[in-house]
């Protein structure tokens, strides 16, 4: 299983790969095994800002739906709309091309409270 250790990781099991004041958002290669095939990625947030923990999407699998939660408090500045056409992405790329959202951070020390690859490690017992 890939936990790239450059990330941040949450107990949702979404990545953060922090750059300045910007946070880059998807979903762990963890999450995207346990959801299966994802058929649709909805993101309507796109210009809001939203509190952390905070719901600002779903993910849709052929077995089940699941909210994505804001890691970071700030506001949504992109959404990968590559994912509109080929929401597959997730699954053969979570980490890379099938990144979600991108969050302008309101709160940088909410960095702080996320996981590291150890800790997300002991999390999913990998």
């Given amino acids: 299983m890939n936990i790239p250790a450059e990330l941040k990781y949450t107990k949702d099991h979404e990545w953060i790969k922090i750059e300045g004041d910007v946070a880059t958002v998807g979903i762990t290669d ?10 649709y990625v909805e993101v309507e947030t796109v210009e809001e800002t939203l509190d952390k923990d905070e719901v600002f999407g779903t993910v849709e699998a052929v ?14 500045i992109a959404f990968n709309e590559a994912l509109e056409d080929a929401p597959e992405t997730v699954n053969e790329d979570p980490y890379g091309a099938g990144w979600m959202i991108k969050i ?23």
């Fill in 30 to 39: 963890f999450a995207q095994g346990e959801l299966g095939d994802i058929v």
């Fill in 63 to 76: 077995k089940t739906v699941s909210d994505l939660f804001l890691p970071l408090s700030g506001e949504i």
């Fill in 104 to 126: 302008q951070l309101n709160n940088p020390a909410e960095v702080d409270g996320l996981l590291d690859q150890a800790a997300y490690k002991a999390l999913i017992g990998a």
